[in-house]
């Protein structure tokens, strides 16, 4: 049984939201508790589908997982870990790619792991390649089996010198689990250096584990037989923060985000600001706003950290459709993030998407085909319409410009977006959102 939301747009959203764990961090961090041998305590949970998910996996493989009824504080115990069914794993997994990142872990717990077909939101190729390939440089062998990817190390993980050929976050999280408990040492060059990253070596090295991180994207790991447990509190969710002040601004509302942090958003609170964007930043939260005024258009490239993300540019987008002027927009880091730029046409808004690079650089999907840049002509009156929802971050990109949209819009596949966003529906009631939610067969 699917959901519907039905919206009738124009009113600002104004009012405070609460932003909890990172979407990005909490499921790794929750993976990381199976390289211990004694129970770990993560505290700042949210309740979204991808901790659902890990949760699942790590009862299947004999991990206990507690969660405090008052504070939603999550206790791990992987001491009784064990081989779990692929028929199981594949069941439980859905359409998750986060199965990949037990591989190291499981192989140090138990010796194997087993991986479904992976499935994911639909805006680019997301390779397991990179994955795979790091486990076999640490020595294990990668069998394709019916349904999946089976994966063992006979003679355990060995530490390996290691090169990206692009910072990928899955791939350096992939390397952090494998090489802690790996014997000897690892080199990661090319290595991603996201908040997420840094806050998951603060989850490794609150367990024992030894790393260090260079300034040139290095990250050396020493590895130790054994780990411990680890108490930790997990890092805001700067994605979710960021969507909400893109609400602000795309309804002219006036939205306090509790939980989000200046040190992790410096480079989107300066973009917000260059849109026009008002905001106050305190110690437990930002206020965004929009001004009255008139919205700047702007020149944006989207790139790895400490460059603008990837996932902030889908709902600053539609704030742009609201610009006085033509805004350019240049991703560099998945190649097919504007397809939901389609919904955003039909509703009024003014886009053209080239596969040109209209950046300052030519990227990597320069000459490939691919739709990777837009130009955006505002301001643009959207109207309400018919929507399917595509992956996470576009579909709430859909529901601020239906929030914003004269008329009524029906949102389906609502569900894509409780993957990322804690309980966004209550929040958005909460923000005055006027909205009806329907079940269809």
Known sequence: MSSVLTIRGGVPLTG??????????????????????????????PEIKDVEVVTSLL??????????????????????????????????????????????????????????????????????????????????????????????APGGLKGAKISLPYPSVGATEQVLLSATRAEGITELSGAATEPEIVDLIAVLQKMGAIISVQTD???????????????????????????????????????????????????FLNTYRKVGGGMEIGDDGIRFYHKGGKLNPLVLETDVHPGFMTDWQQ??????????G???????????????TDALIRMGANIQVHRECLGSVPCRFGQRNFLHSAVISGPAQLTG????????????????????????SRVTGIDIINRGYERFTEKLAGLGADFDITSAE
């Open 16 to 45: 405070r939201v609460t932003v909890r764990g990172a979407k990005n961090l909490v499921p790794k961090a929750m993976v990381a508790a199976l390289l211990g041998n004694e129970p770990s305590v993560l505290r700042n949970v």
């Open 217 to 267: 994207r290095t990250i050396r790991i020493e590895g130790v037989p054994d780990l411990g447990g680890y108490n930790h509190r997990a890092l805001s969710d700067r994605n979710e923060s960021a969507s909400w002040a893109s609400a602000a601004l795309v309804t002219r509302g006036d939205i306090f985000v509790e939980g989000a942090t200046q040190r992790d958003m410096m480079t």
């Open 59 to 152: 009862q299947l493989h004999g991990v206990t997982v507690e969660k405090d009824p008052h504070t939603g504080d999550l206790t791990l115990d992987p001491t009784n870990a064990k081989t779990a069914s692929h028929t199981a794993i594949d069941a439980h997994a859905g359409d998750s790619r986060i199965p990949i990142l037990l591989c190291g872990p499981l192989i140090h717990a138990i010796g194997e792991a087993f991986i479904p077909d992976l499935g994911g939101c639909k805006i680019g190729d997301r390779p397991i390649d990179y994955h795979l390939d790091v486990l076999r440089q640490f020595g294990a062998v990668v069998e394709k089996r019916p349904g999946g990817i089976h994966i063992s």
């Open 385 to 408: 319409t018919d929507i399917d929802v595509p992956d996470l971050r576009g579909g709430f990109s859909h529901l601020i410009a239906a929030l914003a949209a004269y008329g009524t």
């Open 326 to 340: 033509v805004s350019i927009v240049h991703e560099t880091v998945y190649e097919n993030r504007f397809g939901f």
């Open 315 to 324: 709902p600053l987008i539609v704030a742009l459709t609201q610009a006085e």
